[in-house]
């Protein structure tokens, strides 16, 4: 099933957590990404705050290349980046959601930018696609 938000888009998957996340970082390799970042959102809920909190996890997805030619066009863009991927538990299964880099990069209304945020937008929906 498909899930679009303002900011992102995704997939509700019928598969465990565990095999959702294995996939999702597998498919994001094969589009170039690597993950710089890893967030394990339930684990520092429980040391954090001492809440039990569903599997959650946030990938950092950086393409190099674009993040190349992304700085290069807008210098201070590093505040936006890595591309965030989101993998959490869901009625029996998983959702994997990633942020949309054409409604992210929007914000910074520098027309150079479109040509990348439509390229990287692709590469994570043909990885979403894949898992």
Known sequence: M?????????????????EAVARTREALKEQGFGVISEIDVRQTMKEKRGVD???????????????????????DLGLLLP????VYQ????????????EAVLGLVHNPSLEA???????????A????
Request: glycine fraction near 8%; charged fraction near 30%.
């Open 2 to 18: 498909e899930r679009t938000l303002s900011y992102g888009f995704g997939r509700k998957l019928d598969m465990p957590y565990e």
């Open 53 to 75: 909190f569903r599997p959650y996890v946030i990938l950092g997805a950086c393409n190099p290349e674009m993040a190349e030619r992304a700085l290069e066009a807008e210098i």
């Open 83 to 86: 591309c965030n991927v989101v």
């Open 90 to 101: 869901s009625d029996g299964g998983s959702v994997v959601e990633a942020m949309d880099p």
């Open 116 to 126: 990348i945020a439509s390229e990287v937008r692709e590469r994570l929906q043909r």
């Open 128 to 131: 979403l696609e894949a898992i």
